[in-house]
């Protein structure tokens, strides 16, 4: 594992998209995991500079992120999708039809769930997959539970990611209580994982993760058996 603290904010979004970058250079048709929340925004922002600047070409690569909320339409601004598009599918030549998130309005959620890790191993796994942590230890919206969940399902959001997501709604009874997640196949089964943190508030959940036991009670404890982890921290907001 590669654990290592820059001194801004800015300086992790420049490693995390030179990183990202890099993988797209070496393997065009890459299948990148991406992440949602508030962290992965500024990388976003650079990697579509590259796109504009000519310098890193989209067309081909494939994108399957972590997670939905249960119940929202894509359509709806606090969704997922939504989040995907303006942050990042909108501002790249990416094919829209080669990015996924799961479909939090399925009528079926399981089914949708286990399309979600058939089309997984279609397309032969994820080459990297970016990750930042809740303050739970949750990865995607793996919640800390007694068993590491291994298949894309749908989980019951714990109080207190209700309470951290929240800034992103009106007031926190407007945030969903359930959301579709991937397992720990598609995450642990990444060829690479990035994962990018920010905040002093995430230094004791980090620490616990990759320097304490590993337990599904801190869901991305799991990723210290992984052979090939960056982890990229500042401190700074
Ligand atoms: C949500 C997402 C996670 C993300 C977490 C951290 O809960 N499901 O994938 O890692 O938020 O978000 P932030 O970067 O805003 O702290």
Same mark, same amino acid.
């Given at each position: 594992m590669k654990f290592y603290t820059v001194e801004s904010y800015e300086k992790l979004c420049q490693d995390a998209s030179a990183i990202i970058a890099e993988q797209i250079k070496s393997k065009p048709n890459t299948v990148l995991g991406l992440a949602t929340g508030s962290t992965p925004i500024g990388t976003y922002k650079k990697l579509a500079e590259m796109n504009k600047a000519g @310098?890193?070409?989209?067309?081909k690569v494939v994108t399957i992120n972590l997670d939905e909320y249960a119940g929202i339409d894509a359509s709806n601004d606090q969704s997922y999708r939504y989040f995907m598009n303006k942050n990042l599918f909108d501002n790249?030549?990416?094919?829209?039809?080669n990015t996924f998130v799961p479909n939090?309005?399925? @009528?079926d959620l399981n089914k949708e769930c286990e399309a979600y890790d058939e089309r997984i191993k279609a397309y032969g796994g994820i080459d990297l997959q970016l990750l930042g942590i809740g303050?739970?230890?949750?990865?995607?919206?793996?919640?800390?539970?007694?068993v590491f969940e291994t298949k894309t399902h749908v989980v019951k959001l714990t109080d207190m990611t209700i309470k951290a997501n929240a800034?992103?709604? @009106?007031?926190?009874? @407007?945030?969903?209580?359930s959301a579709l997640t991937m397992g720990m196949f598609g995450i642990f089964n990444a060829k690479k994982i990035l994962m990018i943190v920010n905040g002093k508030e995430k230094k004791e959940i980090l620490e616990k993760a990759f320097f304490g036991p590993i337990t599904p009670e801190v869901p991305a404890s799991i990723l210290q058996l992984h052979g090939d982890v960056t982890v990229i921290y500042t401190e700074d907001k």
């Open positions: @310098e890193l070409d989209f067309s790249i030549n990416i094919d829209k039809n939090g309005k399925a @009528e303050h739970d230890g949750h990865i995607g919206f793996n919640e800390p539970d007694s800034r992103f709604f @009106e007031n926190e009874d @407007e945030v969903p209580k």
